[in-house]
């Protein structure tokens, strides 16, 4: 489609591309820190991560945010030109937002980990190197503009989670990292195939694999479907969503808070986007074919995530399971093809982002403060006593998953809801009703942890420190902000949805 391709907005400066160097450099030069430095590497990483947050604000200065759904800032060099393949890189306005998601809870993350090696300065520095890794390849997945680009960065980016997990989790860390990356390596390989089969079908030649030459090609129903599978089986384990969950749960348990903040806060909305930027635009005829089944299992989502959050006495897997009832409300808003239903989902990638990373953090300075590190919610219970402040943040980012007015998700949640009523009336209303099961699950552990007698072993425990307070003022500041205000991220995701939805209206006029 004419409108995916730059329109003379090329950027006269590299700022994607300066995003992901500086990330990456920041990684290379903790790896590399001589041993006399290395007492540094907590205010190094820190300082690199604001480095890019000061980009970031110059990219939002030279983005025109009355074209966000035009690619902007963008970028193309030769890559391999023997392949067809290009670095190209530019951002309308989702993933321009999805980029200062990513961007923006790295320092937060890096504040969250301050202490969390105790004085273990060589495994803290491995952390961090990988932490503003994984800020680079964020940077550019949601930045790519070349599908095989797009899947090189989709396919590196398990590395450094890979190791975060396996080597600074939990005591099954290797397994649930092990199953994360089988999962995603099959979705990927899968993913891979449907690449290659895209580009023979598509016009080759040097610049063969860029998405707007592979927009619009007349594919023949089958071809078109079978493709359409390839890229939405792998955005499906990403995002993720049901059947194939599993990894998710265990993963969330064994990480490091912050790991699973950048997993699921960031790197989980690759799925959706993907969902949003590739498998819409290049077969629009086979995202309405699947639009039903999408649908129903989106529900299912919705439904089996919540159910399973209810029953669950591990803090982190609850959390986690809230996450795949949360992307199953993201998935309907995106497979009903209404403006209002696309642009909820894409402000809920946000908002959800947001709440979620409050969430797994403040849950990740409860368990630092038990004894045994427990993760298990009866091991709790009082500490609203000891430490309100944490008490209170808990219950904000509780209130926030489950999308309170007021608060960004109800601002994504309200609109999906709205939006997809018109195409699937009862898929909304079942979608609903699980709010009822949201609060349930949100209130009863913080009741469960919070309230009632103090139990003898979380005696005289410390509340929230002042880094810990800097940690979270910033999400908790942007989730009151955007759901009192949601106007400028809305400019953003608004013109992004238009473009889908004319996408869609094209493709059934000429059918």
């Not at 790197?267 to 590739?278: A, I, N, S």
């Not at 926030?400 to 997809?420: C, D, N, R, W, Y």
């Amino acid at each position: 489609m004419e409108s995916l391709v730059p329109e003379n907005l090329t950027a006269s400066f590299p700022w994607l591309t300066a995003l992901v160097v500086v990330a990456a450099l920041g990684a290379v030069a903790l790896w590399c820190l001589p041993r006399g430095a290395r007492g540094r590497v907590r205010e190094i990483a820190l300082g690199v991560s604001l480095v890019n947050v000061g980009l970031l604000v110059g990219a939002f200065t030279q983005f025109d945010t009355s074209k966000a759904g035009v690619h902007q800032l963008y970028e193309q060099y030769a890559w391999i030109p023997q392949i067809g393949t290009s670095y190209a890189v530019g951002v309308d306005g989702l993933g321009l937002a999805l980029v200062a998601l990513g961007v923006g809870l790295v320092p937060i993350v890096i504040l969250a980990a301050w202490r969390e090696q105790g004085d273990d300065v060589e495994r803290l520095r491995h952390y961090l190197a990988l932490v503003l890794l994984t800020a680079a390849f964020m940077t550019l997945i949601f930045a790519a503009r070349d599908v095989f680009l797009f899947y090189v960065v989709f396919e590196a980016m398990l590395i450094p989670i890979y190791f975060m997990i396996g080597a600074f989790g939990g005591p099954q860390r290797r397994g649930a990292a092990v199953k994360f990356l089988l999962f995603s390596l099959a979705g990927g390989l899968v993913m891979l195939v449907a690449v290659i089969a895209l580009f023979l079908q598509g016009p080759g030649g040097a610049e063969g694999f860029l998405t707007a030459n592979l927009t619009g090609l007349a594919l023949t129903t089958n071809v078109e479907r079978l493709l359409f599978v390839g890229f939405f089986l792998a955005f499906a384990i990403k995002a993720p969503m049901f059947p194939v969950h599993t990894w998710l749960p265990d993963a969330a348990q064994q990480a490091p808070a912050g790991t699973s903040t950048l997993l699921v806060g960031v790197l989980d909305k690759v799925g959706t986007f993907g969902m949003l930027t590739l498998c819409i635009p290049l077969f629009p005829s086979a995202s309405a074919w699947a639009a039903p089944t999408i649908v129903v299992l989106a529900v299912v989502s919705v439904i089996y995530g919540a159910l399973l959050a209810l029953g669950q006495k591990d803090l982190m897997r609850l959390i986690a399971y809230t996450s795949v009832s949360h992307f199953g409300v993201m998935i309907l808003g995106i497979f009903a093809f209404s403006q209002t239903s696309i642009a909820g989902a894409s402000f809920y990638m946000l908002g959800h982002g947001l709440a979620t990373g409050l969430l797994f953090l403040t849950a990740g300075m409860v368990i630092a403060r038990h004894p045994q590190r427990s993760q298990r919610i009866a091991d709790f219970g009082g500490l609203q006593r000891t430490t309100p402040i944490i008490a209170g943040i808990f219950l904000l980012g509780g209130l926030a998953t489950l999308s309170l007015p007021g608060l960004a998700p109800f601002v994504g949640e309200i609109m999906v809801l709205i939006g997809a009523f018109g195409a699937y009336p009862a898929a909304v209303i079942v979608s609903a009703v699980v709010v009822v099961l949201a609060a349930l699950y949100i209130l009863l552990t913080y009741q469960r942890m919070f309230t009632g007698p103090e139990q003898e072993h979380l005696t005289g425990l410390p509340d929230m420190v002042g880094r810990e307070k800097w940690v979270v003022a910033p999400l908790v500041a942007a989730l009151l902000v955007l759901g009192f205000y949601p106007r400028p991220a809305l400019d953003l995701v608004e013109a992004p949805a238009d473009v889908t939805v004319s996408t869609i209206a094209l493709e059934g006029s000429a059918s």
